[in-house]
């Protein structure tokens, strides 16, 4: 069965440090698999996805996320934090029957000034 | 407005009640979603409504859950004799596109609290 890990509950960064938030998938063939975000109060917004072609995928808000088959791995990344990004982030995964998306326990993003 | 709406935003129940949760998709989306997010349990998939073809209900947790999509648009979540267990937000999202090359946009959610 499809599934995505996100193996951090909390990930603390400074402001204007790099940002990573892991998520490694276990799927059946071609993963299409995504990142979103929940800001305090809000319901989730769409960040990115992969589906096929560069491995290094670009998203709203200056986030990326980088593909790596060999290490099952999507995680999502920023060059330069800002307080603005503290949020919830929750990877996902489409299952197997490609009729939903399978998501991550979550990541809380803490970011400090 | 353009977006998913959902109400009631907030409902508070008592044990053994039935409450119905209401989803408006965003005009001309096909599919529908319903997801439930728990204090860390993440987003559980609950049921997905695609135009006219049977919905897949693999992720509704026990009978007592059920939904329905009338004409294609609006749908409405149902889940009889409550438990405390079913505490949570209840979360709708559509999409224009099959999943797997298009977005979900989701609402802001009922959250439901069984006393």
């Known amino acids: 069965a499809q599934s995505v890990a996100q193996p951090e509950d909390q990930v603390n960064v400074a402001e204007g440090n790099p940002l990573t938030v892991k998520c490694t998938y276990s799927?059946?063939?071609?993963?299409?698999l995504f990142w979103y975000v929940q800001y305090p109060n809000r319901g989730l917004q769409f960040l990115l996805k992969y589906i096929t072609g560069d491995n290094l995928v670009k998203g709203s808000y200056g986030f990326e996320a980088e593909f790596n088959k060999s290490q099952t791995s999507f995680h999502l990344k920023k060059p330069s934090a800002l307080v603005s990004d503290s949020a919830l982030y929750f990877c996902?995964?489409?299952?197997?029957?490609?009729?939903?998306?399978?998501f991550g326990k979550g990541t809380t993003l803490s970011v400090s000034s | 407005g353009a977006g998913v709406s959902q109400s009631p935003s907030n409902k508070v129940t008592e044990k053994g009640k039935d409450v119905e949760l209401r989803c408006d998709p965003i005009s001309g989306h096909t599919a529908l979603y319903w997801y439930r997010q728990s204090l860390g349990q993440g987003l559980e998939f609950l049921i997905y409504?695609?135009?006219?073809?049977?919905?897949?209900k693999s992720g509704l947790p026990s009978d007592r859950f059920s939904a329905e999509r009338t004409g294609g648009s609006v749908s409405t979540l149902t889940i009889q004799r409550t438990q405390q267990e079913d505490s949570a937000v209840y979360l709708c999202?559509?999409?224009?596109?099959?999943?797997?090359?298009?977005?979900?946009?989701f609402g802001e959610g009922s959250r439901l609290t069984v006393l």
């Open positions: 996902a995964v489409k299952n197997q029957a490609g009729t939903a998306l399978i």
């Open positions: 999202a559509s999409s224009s596109t099959l999943i797997n090359t298009g977005e979900l946009f």
């Open positions: 799927v059946s063939g071609n993963p299409y």
């Open positions: 409504f695609q135009g006219n073809s049977a919905p897949d």
